[in-house]
């Protein structure tokens, strides 16, 4: 498929020409530059919601039940599930898929997974630009789920504008087991499975835990669901709402854009910088060889970009 043929299809609403456009976001492939400048035009900004947390907490079926949720209201909605153990998915989700399949044939909601080849920060990278092309397709809200391990929810929250921090009564997942950090980046709480006993102990020692943090502006709410019954999901939206509201009142809305582009840029200029050196050490058998025997890749590193400088 040609690029200007894949613009036409993005632009008639065609969510194969979607799917393809967000494969080669994902492959980190420079083709799709032209497109995205061509589609710059179309741009809306979709609400961006992320939700993390250990396996198995029940981040799928809680995105399911948001889904559900805001259909409800009318309001179009993008999942972008993200897997940092598997570099690259071009698009398969087997279990979440199966978990979310009731709204397969719904043409206003889209599902995927991402991944990212390659080096890391590259998902967020990608998920900005997967983000950006579902808000030029139409999409109202994108919702981003990603399982809590490594660096992935640090990520999401570089990401979201609102951050779902998920944990449950059994697992072990209790407040112990919460992650440093994670007080920072969740936005709301929520404590899932509330169907089972020990719920009101991770609520409450959750709320111990915050009033021993430093204090922010806004303190994230714990919202109490059963996803696999649609329990608490109006109160979790309505907390999420709220926390947008909270951002665009207090300016921090347009300081998080400012400051993301700048992060954003910055990385992207360091990819732009990798692939050239890469390209360069394999162009150039001389300055390989050179590097071999000096072992300087500082100098080797400056010498490359100072080269691009002056091309
Ligand atoms: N009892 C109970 N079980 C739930 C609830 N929500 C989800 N589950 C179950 O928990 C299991 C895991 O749910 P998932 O939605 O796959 O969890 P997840 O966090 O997306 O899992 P990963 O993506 O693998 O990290 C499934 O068997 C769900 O049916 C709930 O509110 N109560
Ligand atoms: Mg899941």
Not at 42 to 71: E, I, N, Q, Y
Not at 234 to 253: I, K, M, P
Not at 257 to 280: C, F, G, I, N
Request: aromatic content about 4%; cysteine-free; hydrophobic content about 40%.
């Amino acid at each position: 498929m040609s690029e200007a043929d894949l613009l036409a299809r993005f632009r008639s609403g065609d969510v194969r020409a979607l799917a393809r456009t967000i494969t080669l976001v994902e492959r980190r492939d420079p083709s799709v530059r032209d497109l995205e400048e061509a589609l710059r035009s179309d741009a809306s900004t979709p609400g961006v919601a992320g939700f993390t947390g250990a396996p198995g907490t029940g981040k799928s079926t809680l995105v399911d039940a948001v889904v559900t949720h805001l259909r409800g209201k009318e309001k179009s909605v993008a999942v972008l599930a993200t897997d940092p153990n598997s570099p690259f998915t071009g698009g398969a989700i087997l279990g979440d898929r199966i978990r979310m399949q009731r709204h397969a044939l719904d043409g206003k909601v889209f599902i995927r997974s991402m991944g990212a080849r390659g080096h890391l920060g590259g998902l967020s990278l990608a998920t900005r630009e997967a983000i950006r092309l579902l808000g030029a397709f139409g999409f109202d809200e994108v919702i981003l789920e990603t399982v809590g391990v490594g660096q992935s929810e640090l990520e999401v929250a570089a990401v979201a504008d609102t951050t779902v921090v998920v944990l449950t009564p059994n697992l072990g997942d209790s407040v112990q087991m919460i992650k440093a950090g994670i007080l920072e980046i969740a936005d709301v709480f929520v404590v899932n499975k509330s169907d089972l006993d020990g719920h009101a102990r991770v609520a409450a020692e959750l709320r111990a835990m915050m009033n021993l943090a430093p204090k922010r502006v806004w303190k994230p709410p714990i919202i109490a669901t059963v996803a696999t019954r649609q329990e608490g999901i109006e109160q979790l939206w309505s907390a999420v709402v709220a926390h947008r509201s909270h951002l665009e009142a207090s300016g921090r809305a347009k300081e998080l854009t400012e400051q993301r582009l700048r992060d954003e840029t910055a990385e992207v200029a360091a990819e732009l910088a990798r692939r050239r050196a890469r390209q360069a050490l394999e162009d150039d058998p001389t300055l390989a060889e050179r590097l071999l025997q000096d072992g300087t890749p500082y100098r080797t590193a400056e010498e490359i970009l100072k080269r691009d400088a002056n091309r």
